[in-house]
């Protein structure tokens, strides 16, 4: 069974920095995309930034710039480092990787909820003005 958990979240002023961890337990997952997405209230989920095996990142418009990823391979851990923080980026944010199944089949590393089988329970963002 994989586990996903996330970590590092909280509340700060717009300008400040956060730095997010996600552990996985368990070893019957995917490494070759490994991602962050966010929900914001009433707002549907949207990709944040992934990264594959090879370490080739990808990041929303909204984000470049402010936003990193990176990962551990040794620690089986993900983060992401979030630089000047805008009150828009807050939400709640959750890692996300594929199954054994559908990593070996996706045709790249996408923000595309249904190409990750399993998904943390989320840590919350909140950014004041």
């Known amino acids: 069974q994989v586990q996903l958990a996330e970590s590092g979240g909280g509340s700060v002023q717009a300008g400040g920095s956060l730095k997010l961890s996600c552990t996985a337990s368990?070893?019957?997952?995917?490494?070759?995309?490994m991602a962050w997405f966010r929900q914001a209230p009433g707002k549907e989920r949207e990709g944040v930034a992934n990264?594959?095996?090879?370490?080739?990142?990808k990041y929303a418009d909204s984000v470049k710039g402010r936003f990193t990823i990176s990962k551990d391979t040794a620690k089986t851990a993900l983060y992401l480092q979030m630089n000047s923080l805008k009150p828009e980026d807050t939400a709640m944010y959750y890692c996300?990787?594929?199954?054994?199944?559908?990593?070996?089949?996706?045709?790249?590393?996408?923000?595309?909820?249904?190409?990750?089988?399993?998904w943390g329970q989320g840590t919350q963002v909140t950014v004041s003005a």
């Open positions: 990264i594959e095996s090879d370490g080739v990142t």
């Open positions: 996300a990787v594929p199954t054994l199944d559908t990593g070996a089949w996706l045709p790249g590393c996408r923000f595309t909820e249904s190409d990750f089988g399993y």
């Open positions: 368990g070893s019957r997952y995917s490494s070759y995309c």
